[in-house]
Nanobody
Framework: QVQLVESGGGLVQPGGSLRLSCAAS????????MGWYRQVPGKERELVAR???????NYADSVKGRFTISRDNAKNTVYLQMNSLKPEDTAVYLC?????????????????WGQGTQVTVSS
């Protein structure tokens, strides 16, 4: 099993900044990718930012230039630096990790999700 622990959410005024953290632990052979998604009621979950082990990144158009994803591979941790926050950034942010784990002595690829952390941008 793999566990994800998220932190860093909260209430911030428009134009402010937050940094989200997500630490992965458990039966991890290797991590293929880590990323952040967000969800609001009535809408589908959307990709915010994702980074692969090879260093490639993918950002939602709405956050390009404002958000930055980074990883500390030694700590199995991914960060999302969020600057110039807007009210429309308000959502539950969920960490996602794609890992290679061991099941019955076999390597398998699986996705795991964090519990989500609330980000509210309001004055």
């Amino acid at each position: 099993q793999v566990q994800l622990v998220e932190s860093g959410g909260g209430l911030v005024q428009p134009g402010g900044s937050l940094r989200l953290s997500c630490a992965a632990s458990g039966s991890i052979f290797s991590i293929n990718a880590m990323g952040w998604y967000r969800q609001v009621p009535g809408k589908e979950r959307e990709l915010v930012a994702r980074r692969t082990a090879g260093g490639s990144t993918n950002y939602a158009d709405s956050v390009k230039g404002r958000f930055t994803i980074s990883r500390d591979n030694a700590k199995n941790t991914v960060y999302l630096q969020m600057n110039s926050l807007k009210p429309e950034d308000t959502a539950v942010y969920l960490c996602e990790v794609t890992v290679v784990t061991i099941v019955n002595y076999a390597r398998v690829v699986r996705d795991y999700w964090g519990q989500g952390t609330q980000v509210t941008v309001s004055s």
